[in-house]
């Protein structure tokens, strides 16, 4: 039996810039005005989730594609780190950009394509054919 695909949206390369000045704002609040330990500031920012972001848009970016998943259980980092920004009194203009990503994403159908890891890197499947020293997924035959 396989296991149920997560849920998934695309998102454009323009979008994770919005989302990664959203996560670093919030982080940036939180570390000045709070004691908090490196987990949880990461949690409560949502910024754990940038590295990924990063892979997932340098992978999608060699393969030429445009669109980028995001799970909808990263959704909830981008609303917590919204939520903080508020509680945090963040920079208006970030808040707004996070405030329109979330409605943006809310609009967005889930699961459009299926997924796979490439190298340990979330992508559509599609995107998953070739790269430039050859196929994505290694033969060993």
Do not use: K, W
């Not at 994770?16 to 949880?40: F, K, P, Q, R």
């Not at 920079?91 to 997924?115: H, I, K, M, T, W």
Request: include cysteine; charge should be negative; proline fraction near 6%.
């Amino acid at each position: 039996m396989t296991p149920p695909s997560p849920d998934v949206i695309a998102i454009t390369s323009e979008e994770v810039g919005a989302l990664v000045e959203v996560l670093e704002h919030a982080y940036t609040c939180i570390a000045e005005l709070s004691d908090a330990n490196e987990e949880t500031l990461a949690g409560a920012s949502g910024s754990g989730l940038i590295p990924l972001l990063y892979a997932r848009a340098g992978f999608t970016s060699i393969q030429r594609r445009g669109d980028i998943p995001l799970l909808s259980d990263e959704i909830g980092l981008l609303e917590a780190a919204v939520i903080n920004l508020e509680s945090y009194q963040g920079n208006e203009v970030v808040l707004c950009a996070g405030y329109q990503l979330l409605e943006d994403f809310a609009s967005r159908s889930r699961n459009a394509y299926p997924l796979c890891q490439v190298h340990g890197i979330l992508a559509f499947t599609g995107e998953a054919e070739d790269t430039a020293s050859g196929p994505a997924t290694p033969s060993l035959t």
